[in-house]
């Protein structure tokens, strides 16, 4: 396992709660706009799955996730727009930090990270359109929360998908459940190894699916009753989301296609493959490594020769390098105003909006293609749009 590379993603939600701030509660400050037609709307359910008990945490009783989904929404011209954090959350994860590193602390922390927000609406009304809507089953990198790739679940949304993301109980930073009862990431998994995250995926796994379940058995009364299309579903994630995204489409028939953003690949899926549409979006060290073979350690080596089996099985299966884009390069980091430019220098030499639209642009690319069935003629090889992106496809 590359441990650098997670421990860049464990670094991230601390960074955000740590680090000197910029701004201040009086300029908010709103992500790019999405590039799709449709509004786009948030919410959040908290769900008990009675066929499985909790295996961490103080609680003994059965599994319960927080589930946000993300969807294309009626929302009227000038509503408030989300905070990128729900004030809620970012007090318990503030309150952690104040507890464990008093020090680091800024006096403006609460303000600068609820002065941020997103283009999505909370729990805006969903758009009855005369078609029913894709849905995207996603899952986070390790010790990350969904709401931290909001740039890029909006932008997906906003071209007419559904993105139903888990936080992970017990593996986020913070989990806020009913009642304003709080989980903290367990210090057993503090210290993950290769052999925790073989532990760990069968139970990321299951809350994906225990998810798509609960989606799909949703109350006719609900409120997204009738705007998903359940012949229509894909997974993907970034970093250990994305080893989940494709045992959760080994392991259910219904998920059509997956993606893996830049994810180490663990369980089933690692040794024997995927056979259905996928696809792995890479930053550029892995180019580098395949360049300079020589140099690699017997650990970069294995991961690139489980890449290439797994790209092998895929039908097809497509491997996106983005030039000059770092792991995190997937999530909001880059466009956060109050991470430091240190931080942001550490996500490559590609401008942090460029990457994060490039791999919108291929994310949508594939759903259209493996979901929607559209023709996609960025699929077919290099862009002149963006000539930072390598594609190859294997089976195809």
């Known amino acids: 396992m590359n441990r650098s590379r997670y421990t860049t993603a464990w670094l991230f939600t601390i960074v955000v709660a740590l680090c000197p701030f910029r ?21 959040k359910y908290d769900w008990v799955d009675e066929s499985r008990r909790e295996t961490l945490g103080s609680e003994a009783g059965r599994r319960e996730i927080v589930v946000f989904v993300w969807y294309p929404a009626a929302a009227a011209p000038g509503a408030t727009k989300a ?54 089953l996603f899952a986070p990198g390790y010790n990350q929360l969904p709401t931290s790739y909001s740039q890029l679940i909006e932008d997906i949304v906003s071209h007419g998908y559904v993105v139903a993301a888990i936080v992970p109980t017990d593996f986020a930073p913070v989990t806020m459940l009913s009642g304003h009862r709080v989980v903290m990431r367990s210090d057993q998994i503090k ?12 139970i990321w796994t299951a809350d994906m699916l225990f998810a798509f379940t ?13 705007v998903i299309d359940f012949g229509k579903i894909g997974a993907f994630g970034h970093s250990f989301g994305g080893a989940t995204a494709f045992e959760a489409a ?20 690692a040794r024997n493959g995927l056979p259905k549409p996928i696809a792995i979006f890479e930053d550029e060290r892995n180019l580098e490594h395949r360049n300079n073979p ?3 350690s017997d650990h970069e080596r294995q991961r690139l020769a489980t890449y290439d089996l797994v790209l092998r099985h895929g039908k097809p299966g497509y491997r996106f390098t983005i030039r000059g884009a770092r792991h995190m390069s997937f999530s909001d980091e880059g466009m956060l105003p109050f991470v430091p430019q240190a931080e942001k220098a550490s996500l490559g030499t590609i401008a942090p909006a460029r990457a994060l639209r490039i791999a919108e642009k291929y994310v949508e690319a594939f759903f259209d293609r493996y979901l929607k069935d559209l023709d996609v003629p960025v699929l077919r090889g290099t862009s002149r749009e963006y000539p930072e992106l390598i594609c190859k496809k294997f089976n195809g």
């Not at 210290?191 to 069968?202: D, G, M």
């Open 294 to 296: 020589e140099s690699l």
């Open 191 to 202: 210290h993950a190894t290769a052999e925790t995250f073989e532990k760990v995926l069968p």
């Open 250 to 269: 080994l392991v259910e028939p219904r998920i059509k296609a997956a993606i893996n953003l830049d994810g180490d690949m663990f369980g089933a899926v």
């Open 23 to 43: 701004i201040t509660a009086q300029e908010s400050v709103v992500l790019p706009a999405p590039s799709g037609p449709y509004a786009v709307g948030r919410t």
């Open 214 to 226: 609960r989606l799909a058995s949703t109350d006719p009364r609900g409120p997204l009753h009738g």
């Open 83 to 136: 905070a990128w954090l729900p004030p809620c959350w970012a007090d318990q994860l503030l309150a952690y930090e104040l507890k464990t590193t008093p020090e680091l602390l800024s006096a403006q922390q609460k303000e600068s990270i609820e002065a941020v927000h997103t283009n999505a609406v909370v729990d805006a009304p969903p758009l009855r359109d005369r078609t029913k809507f894709p849905l995207l």
